[in-house]
Protein backbone atom coordinates (compact mmCIF):
# COMPACT_ATOMS: atom_id res chain seq x y z
CA UNK A 1 0.00 0.00 0.00
CA UNK A 2 1.22 3.36 -0.80
CA UNK A 3 2.96 5.91 1.98
CA UNK A 4 0.17 8.01 0.74
CA UNK A 5 -2.75 5.76 1.09
CA UNK A 6 -1.32 4.32 4.77
CA UNK A 7 -1.47 7.85 5.97
CA UNK A 8 -4.53 8.44 4.60
CA UNK A 9 -6.05 5.81 6.39
CA UNK A 10 -4.46 7.00 9.67
CA UNK A 11 -5.69 10.57 9.20
CA UNK A 12 -9.40 9.44 8.72
CA UNK A 13 -9.47 8.08 11.91
CA UNK A 14 -7.73 9.95 13.76
CA UNK A 15 -10.31 12.94 12.73
CA UNK A 16 -13.02 10.78 13.52
CA UNK A 17 -11.44 10.25 16.66
CA UNK A 18 -11.75 14.22 17.18
CA UNK A 19 -14.71 14.35 15.94
CA UNK A 20 -15.93 12.27 19.20
CA UNK A 21 -13.92 13.79 22.01
CA UNK A 22 -15.74 17.27 20.43
CA UNK A 23 -19.36 16.08 21.00
CA UNK A 24 -18.68 14.57 23.66
CA UNK A 25 -17.01 17.98 24.61
CA UNK A 26 -20.29 19.67 23.87
CA UNK A 27 -22.50 17.79 25.35
CA UNK A 28 -20.58 17.85 28.72
CA UNK A 29 -20.89 21.65 28.17
CA UNK A 30 -24.21 22.21 26.69
CA UNK A 31 -26.21 19.45 28.07
CA UNK A 32 -24.63 18.45 31.48
CA UNK A 33 -23.42 22.21 32.50
CA UNK A 34 -19.83 20.48 33.11
CA UNK A 35 -17.32 23.57 33.58
CA UNK A 36 -14.39 21.75 34.34
CA UNK A 37 -12.14 21.82 32.66
CA UNK A 38 -13.00 25.41 31.37
CA UNK A 39 -15.70 25.31 28.96
CA UNK A 40 -15.99 21.87 29.26
CA UNK A 41 -12.85 21.51 27.44
CA UNK A 42 -14.79 22.92 24.15
CA UNK A 43 -12.02 24.76 23.29
CA UNK A 44 -9.23 22.01 23.52
CA UNK A 45 -11.31 19.40 21.57
CA UNK A 46 -12.51 22.05 18.86
CA UNK A 47 -8.47 22.77 18.80
CA UNK A 48 -7.66 19.72 18.06
CA UNK A 49 -10.44 18.69 15.96
CA UNK A 50 -9.34 21.98 13.83
CA UNK A 51 -5.92 20.52 12.91
CA UNK A 52 -7.34 17.07 12.56
CA UNK A 53 -10.08 18.38 9.94
CA UNK A 54 -6.93 20.37 7.82
CA UNK A 55 -4.43 17.45 8.27
CA UNK A 56 -7.31 14.73 6.52
CA UNK A 57 -8.51 17.37 3.65
CA UNK A 58 -4.39 17.54 2.76
CA UNK A 59 -4.11 13.93 3.17
CA UNK A 60 -7.20 13.36 0.91
CA UNK A 61 -6.07 15.68 -2.23
CA UNK A 62 -2.56 14.01 -1.37
CA UNK A 63 -4.11 10.66 -1.97
CA UNK A 64 -6.46 11.85 -4.51
CA UNK A 65 -2.90 13.00 -6.46
CA UNK A 66 -1.03 9.51 -5.44
CA UNK A 67 -3.87 7.15 -6.37
CA UNK A 68 -5.17 9.30 -9.56
CA UNK A 69 -8.92 9.43 -8.25
CA UNK A 70 -11.39 10.88 -10.58
CA UNK A 71 -12.52 14.51 -9.41
CA UNK A 72 -16.21 12.45 -8.06
CA UNK A 73 -14.29 10.49 -5.78
CA UNK A 74 -11.50 13.57 -4.45
CA UNK A 75 -15.36 15.81 -3.82
CA UNK A 76 -16.56 12.82 -2.07
CA UNK A 77 -13.40 11.97 0.15
CA UNK A 78 -13.64 15.97 0.81
CA UNK A 79 -17.46 16.45 2.01
CA UNK A 80 -16.91 12.91 4.13
CA UNK A 81 -15.01 15.56 6.42
CA UNK A 82 -17.90 17.53 7.56
CA UNK A 83 -20.48 15.42 8.61
CA UNK A 84 -18.94 13.28 12.44
CA UNK A 85 -17.32 9.86 11.71
CA UNK A 86 -17.68 10.19 7.87
CA UNK A 87 -14.08 10.38 7.16
CA UNK A 88 -13.79 6.71 8.32
CA UNK A 89 -17.08 6.07 6.51
CA UNK A 90 -15.32 7.02 3.47
CA UNK A 91 -11.69 5.57 4.51
CA UNK A 92 -13.07 1.93 4.66
CA UNK A 93 -15.38 2.52 1.09
CA UNK A 94 -12.26 3.58 -0.71
CA UNK A 95 -9.77 0.84 0.58
CA UNK A 96 -12.76 -1.87 -0.03
CA UNK A 97 -12.77 -0.48 -3.57
CA UNK A 98 -9.28 -0.23 -4.30
CA UNK A 99 -8.96 3.37 -4.25
CA UNK A 100 -6.35 3.14 -2.16
CA UNK A 101 -4.20 0.96 -4.07
CA UNK A 102 -5.48 -2.61 -2.89
CA UNK A 103 -8.87 -4.21 -2.67
CA UNK A 104 -10.60 -6.31 0.25
CA UNK A 105 -13.03 -7.90 -2.76
CA UNK A 106 -13.05 -11.58 -3.21
CA UNK A 107 -10.86 -12.31 -6.40
CA UNK A 108 -13.63 -15.15 -7.00
CA UNK A 109 -14.13 -15.26 -10.77
CA UNK A 110 -17.02 -18.10 -10.48
CA UNK A 111 -20.11 -18.11 -8.02
CA UNK A 112 -19.74 -20.34 -5.65
CA UNK A 113 -22.48 -22.79 -6.52
CA UNK A 114 -20.44 -22.83 -10.55
CA UNK A 115 -17.42 -23.66 -8.77
CA UNK A 116 -16.13 -27.34 -9.70
CA UNK A 117 -16.54 -29.96 -7.02
CA UNK A 118 -13.37 -32.33 -5.48
CA UNK A 119 -13.68 -35.70 -5.79
Excluded at 47 to 71: C, D, N, P, Q
Excluded at 93 to 113: D, I, K, M, N
Amino acid sequence: MPVAARWFRVIAFVEAVSWTLLLIAMFLKRVLHVETPPEGGVPIAGAIHGAAFVVYLLSALWAARTMKWRIGTVLLALAASVPPLCTVVFERWAHRTGRLGVTTRSRRTTPAAAAPSKG
